[in-house]
């Protein structure tokens, strides 16, 4: 009991002095999910709404594949993305592994499901009536999608939110191809499993600290939009 | 003509939903449909605003068919517009969803904003136009979808049900919002309700949708199965008060009724034909004025079955009938139809 409130005090007064080597780490945590979240958003939005939206064949099959790889570990898109960056791997000569853009890579994948997924559910919840009002009122194809899009906004962006929080958490992606390097791909994940594995908890309770505050904020921020929808 | 339907069918898997031979509405005109539920009423409507493909058929706007590609559909239905039976609003303010259809037409802001106005207190809510879309009652959504229609002043406007749902001022200021965009722009009004007197006040046409066929001007009286053999080549079915009503012909047990409103006379002095077969006992609930034949309308009800009786106001005044009144009602075998 002792181990851990010393180790809270300590994370405390860490968290407090702005420890140099901590905020290194949350920054590097920051960008790698921050663009990961950025690029999936880009292409999982619009995946998500065009499988949502149109009717092709082959769409139950689509959802049910994305649906599948929501459960994906993350270790195996590690697996996945290092058999292609590698030095022996066919982008090998792009030498990416072992750098943030590795681990940017990674992430986006693993959660380009997550936002296309909840994507397609939010705007499939959408009341077909909506499309039908838009339509009647004049609407082409393009402005009846924004209709409906806008109408689903709220669900997209928790799509979004709930596809950061995945990003912020992981770890296997961000030591497989960031290789956890002090100062250059140390995430806060990454960071909390070394000092675990070295017995020091201090920095590993501080960075879980911050991990918190942070998730806490994003969700203060959602429900900040969800009321301003509301109202 | 402003709407031409020939050989129109629409069906889902192996349901045959609509099959209309032939149909024509005449620009600036206003037609009811009736029709009890799952008539297909409100598939017609979908197909005439141009949001439902029929299976079968050719359906000419203005003289040209349809041609069912977005790029053709999109221009016409920006003339032909429908007010749902339970419309939707945006999740915006009252404002912003009256603006929707104005801003796609590229109309002028200022425009944009002397038509909301205009439209809302066309349906007397002059005081909601910031208001959440959410916040309104039924009523008033459907007022609101009413007239961000009207403001748009379609060539056509399609109502399906559009006072089923709301009390009777809303219904009043829904009736006199859309008269008014007939008599403002000569717009086409099509409406589908219930609403049988509405409908033979202001409409020049009533059509009769049954089982997705037209089975006449709307005024029918239909009555379902099941139906008993009788003597005489009869058949008999028994209505809710007792009485038995007999008509010859039958196909089936499950076979429908349809019997001319015409072919029934009102007899307040009860004359009975010898078999005493085609004789039915009533009360008056209703004496509607129809705007289309300037004949009245007499709804009888036998039991809690309306029955529906088409006099000239010089019969009325003859037998001297008004509501309350009892009446024997005599009716003709000879124009049952069946169905």
Known sequence: ???????????????????????????????????????????????????????????RFMITCLNTLLAVPTVVIGLFVYAFISRRGVLGFFDLLYTQKAIVIGQ???????????????????????????????????????????????????????????????????????????????????????????????????????????????????????????? | MLFNISDLTKRYSDRTILDIPALSFKKGAIYGLQGPNGAGKTTLLNILALLEIPTSGIVSYKSEPVQYSEPSLQPLRKEVVLVDQLPLLFTTTVFNNMEFGLKIRRIEKEERKRRILKGLEMVGMEDFAQLPAYQLSGGETQRV?????????????????????????????????????????????????????????????????????????????????????????????????????????????DAVALIEPTSITPLTETKRDASGANILEGIVSRLTLEKMSAKIVATILIGNLPFTVKLSTQKIRQENLYPGRRVTLHYSHNSVKWL
């Open chain 1, 1 to 59: 009991m002792n181990l851990l409130i010393d180790s809270f005090i300590s994370a405390i007064s860490l968290v407090i002095s702005m420890d140099k080597e901590m905020i290194n780490i949350v920054t590097v945590s920051l960008k790698v999910s921050g663009y990961s979240t950025l690029f999936a958003s880009l292409l999982g939005i619009p995946i998500g709404f065009l499988v949502a939206f149109e009717s092709f064949p082959g769409k």
């Open chain 1, 108 to 231: 986006t994948l693993l959660i380009l499901p997550v936002v296309a997924a909840f994507t397609i559910a939010a705007i499939s919840r959408i009341d077909q009536r909506y499309r039908k009002t838009a339509m009647t009122l004049g609407a082409n194809r393009l402005q009846t999608a924004f209709v409906i899009f806008r109408e689903a906004r709220y669900g997209v962006v928790a799509a979004v939110i709930a596809a950061y929080g995945r990003v912020i958490s992981e770890v296997g992606i961000s030591m497989m191809l960031g290789g956890n390097i002090r100062s250059f791909t140390r995430t806060m994940t990454t960071a909390m499993a070394l000092e675990y594995d070295k017995g020091t908890f201090t920095l590993a309770v501080a960075l879980g600290m911050v991990l918190l505050g942070l998730s806490f904020g994003m969700n203060l921020l959602f429900h900040l939009f969800q009321g301003r929808v509301r109202s």
């Open chain 2, 145 to 253: 979808a009413l007239a961000s229609r009207l403001i748009l002043k379609p060539e056509v406007l399609l109502l399906d049900e559009p006072t089923a749902n709301v009390d009777a001022a809303s219904a009043r200021q829904i009736k006199d919002a859309s008269l008014m965009a007939r008599r403002e722009w000569g717009t086409t009004l099509i409406i589908a309700s219930h609403d049988r007197d509405w409908l033979y006040e202001v409409c020049d046409e009533v059509m009769h949708l049954f089982r997705g066929r037209l089975i006449g001007a709307g005024e029918e009286n239909v009555i379902f199965g099941p139906w008993h053999s009788h003597k005489d080549s009869l058949w008999e079915r028994k209505l809710p008060d007792g009485q038995r009503i007999y008509l010859p012909g039958a196909p089936g047990p």
